[in-house]
């Protein structure tokens, strides 16, 4: 398939920056008041440690153009993008988006803005100069309240009408019953996640939160969904 398109990239002038990668994926990471330094670490490493594994890198090697790119952005009132657009094609690439990733310090604060950080994804998408033949938000989050910015509902359909898909990640705590297992992953199923192929992926611990993380992105870069649209990881 990827030497079909190589061809045509060749017998047509400008058809390879016309359709330049398989996937556009902005990560969007909680990082709001009620992400204790614990979680906020584990959100950090663990995508960095996901992006460089050599199940993700098998399955960007496996998409139509052998390649993705990703930003990675904070969230809570305000959005802080860590990592700029950066284009995984290889363990190079990807050992250097992890580094971008975890070098910065923490500048995302106050409390939840979910339509804003939803829109912003959707900003980055529209304003860079990469043209995915698909786009996806993968949001991560300890709630779906939203407290300023634009309503979560208004946002959502602004990005859905983009053609852009969004997937969700809850962040659990076990016992916290307001993110206790079923009640928040149905929330983010009903009001953040939606777009074809869309899914939820939990982790029933913090344990497994590095191991939902990377089962997510292989999920998002292949372009597959899980039995269920709602997933545990264990």
Known sequence: MRALLFALGLALPGAASAQDTDLELVLLADASG???SREYDLQREGYAAAIVDPEVLE???NTAYGSIAVTYVEWAA????VAEWTRIADR???ELFAARVLAPPRR???RNAIGSALLEGLALMEENDIDGWRRVIDFSGDSVNSYSGPPIAAARERVLAAGVTI???PILRPGDPGRAMGGLEALFAQRIAGG???FVVTAESRASFAEAIKR???LEISGEVPPRSVAAAR
Do not use: H, M
């Not at 305000?78 to 993008?81: E, I, T």
């Open 196 to 198: 074809p192929n869309s």
């Open 167 to 169: 997937n969700g990640l």
């Open 108 to 110: 995302a604060i106050g």
């Open 59 to 61: 399955a960007i090697a």
């Open 78 to 81: 305000n959005q802080v993008v």
């Open 92 to 94: 190079e690439d990807a």
């Open 34 to 36: 009620s992400i204790d």
């Open 216 to 218: 997510k992105l292989i």
